[in-house]
C-alpha cells in the first residue's frame, strides 16, 4: 500500500491526543502522541508508539516510566508545541504547569496515567511501548481529537 493512501485511510479514525512524559536524569521528556491505547484491564497495561529516530526513546528506555497525559480540548497550544521537533525539550516544558517533577503530569488535562515501561521493540518505523499503569486520575472537561489531519472538538 502506497505510504499517502495509508496515511489518509488511518486519518478517518479520530483519535484522542495526549502528551507522553518521563523523567530522566532530573530532565523532564515529552512528546505529543495519538498513538495510544488500553492493552489489558488485569493487570492495567497500555501502549504507546515513539518514531525510533527520536532522541527521546533513550530517555524512555533508561528511565523505564512514562505518563499519558490526555488532553482537553483547550490544550491544541500545548499539543502543538510538543508535536515540533523545533522545540527543544526544554522551550516545551515551558509551555505547561506541572502537578509534579518526579512523573511529568500535566496541569489542565482530562486525566493521567503514570507507571513502568515493561516491554518495547522496534516495529516498522516506530519503537513500540508497553507499561503497567501504576496510578492515575481523571478531571472534568472535553477531549482534544485529531482526525482528517487537523483537530477535532466533539459538539
Known amino acids: 500500500m502506497e505510504q499517502e ?6 486519518a478517518q479514525f479520530a ?3 495526549t502528551l507522553i512524559t518521563t523523567t530522566h536524569n532530573s530532565k523532564p521528556y515529552g512528546f505529543t502522541a495519538n498513538s495510544f491505547t488500553s492493552v489489558s484491564l488485569e493487570p492495567a497495561i497500555v501502549l ?5 529516530a527520536s532522541e527521546t526513546n533513550a530517555a524512555f528506555q533508561a528511565s523505564k516510566s512514562f505518563t499519558i497525559n490526555i488532553l482537553s480540548d483547550k490544550q491544541e497550544n500545548v499539543s502543538n508545541a510538543f508535536a515540533s521537533s523545533k522545540n527543544s ?3 516545551r516544558f515551558e509551555q505547561v ?5 518526579k512523573s511529568p503530569i500535566i496541569k489542565g488535562g ?3 496515567l503514570t507507571g513502568e515501561i515493561i516491554k518495547y521493540e522496534e516495529v516498522g518505523d ?7 499503569v501504576k496510578e492515575g486520575d481523571r478531571f472534568e472537561g472535553n ?3 485529531y482526525a482528517k489531519g487537523g483537530y477535532q472538538r466533539l459538539g
Not at 493512501?5 to 488511518?10: E, N, S, T, Y
Open 5 to 10: 493512501d495509508f496515511r489518509a485511510i488511518c
Open 97 to 101: 504547569e506541572l502537578k509534579s517533577n
Open 143 to 145: 477531549p482534544l481529537l
Open 48 to 52: 504507546f508508539c515513539l518514531k525510533t
Open 15 to 17: 483519535t484522542g491526543v
Open 126 to 132: 516506530h519503537i513500540v511501548y508497553y507499561g503497567q
Open 110 to 112: 482530562l486525566g493521567y
Open 89 to 91: 525539550h526544554e522551550a
